[in-house]
């Protein structure tokens, strides 16, 4: 794999960190809130439900770092899959939440599935 596809899924694969630190942890928290466009009150209502989508964006992540770390073949389809599931997750998103996740997740996710795809 080239170093540019390495580093656009490792790059990925931290977005998602980011994402479960926020969703997880930051939930409630004035940065968390403006990255989201969520109210205090809706963030402490939702703080649960958040904290399992941060879940399933470290799962992402995880993915994502073993993907770039494993050999061939396994490595090339963990990357694969993976960068599949970000993009398949952030056109859901878009159109069920926010557009602003297809411009964050899913452009990145494709890029990066180019880039693995091309590498090959």
Known sequence: MSIIATVAVLTIAALH?????????LWTTPRARAAFGTSAEF???TKVLAANQGLYNG????GLVWGAVASDPVGFQARVFFLVCVAVAGV??????????LFVQTVPALVGLLLVLTAR
Request: net charge positive.
């Open 17 to 25: 960190a980011y994402i479960l630190v926020l969703e997880m942890f």
């Open 43 to 45: 963030a402490s209502q």
């Open 59 to 62: 799962f992402l992540s995880a």
């Open 92 to 101: 859901y998103g878009a159109v069920t939440s926010s557009r602003k996740i």
